[in-house]
């Protein structure tokens, strides 16, 4: 069992930056599982953001939507178990309640893209960008 817990979210201007944080614990998580978040729309599909992947010859692998390159940065610290989405130059679209998931490391990128791929999940934490 792996437990997720998000924190961060709130309210920024478009241009603006907001810092997530994803915390896992539970007797099966392990720092080579892939660690992905997702976008939530207010109809309720998920999106793919970003995700860090454990590679076994390199180590994390991190991996980003093609909206959000160059503009988000997800890293990991192991000593504390957590994964963070710094995200810059905020834009109105990104606005919606991101979740973080867990998983085994994923064998490729489109299933580290696709949310059914992930059994672990947290509560989520609201994003609001205004313009």
């Known amino acids: 069992q792996v437990h997720l817990v998000e924190s961060g979210g709130g309210s920024a201007q478009a241009g603006g930056s907001l810092r997530l944080s994803c915390a896992a614990f539970g007797p099966t998580y392990r720092m080579s599982n892939a660690v992905a978040w997702f976008r939530q729309s207010p109809e309720n599909e998920r999106y793919y953001v970003a995700a860090?992947?454990?590679?076994?010859?390199?180590?994390?692998?991190?991996d980003y939507a093609d909206s959000v390159k160059d503009r988000f940065t997800i890293s990991r610290d192991n000593a504390e178990n957590t994964v963070y989405l710094q995200m810059n130059s905020l834009k109105p679209e990104d606005t919606g309640t991101y979740y973080c998931a867990s998983r085994p490391p994923a064998p490729s990128r489109e299933i580290l893209a696709r949310p059914n791929e992930y059994p672990y999940w947290g509560q989520g934490t609201q994003v609001t960008v205004t313009s």
């Open positions: 860090v992947n454990w590679n076994g010859w390199t180590g994390d692998a991190p």
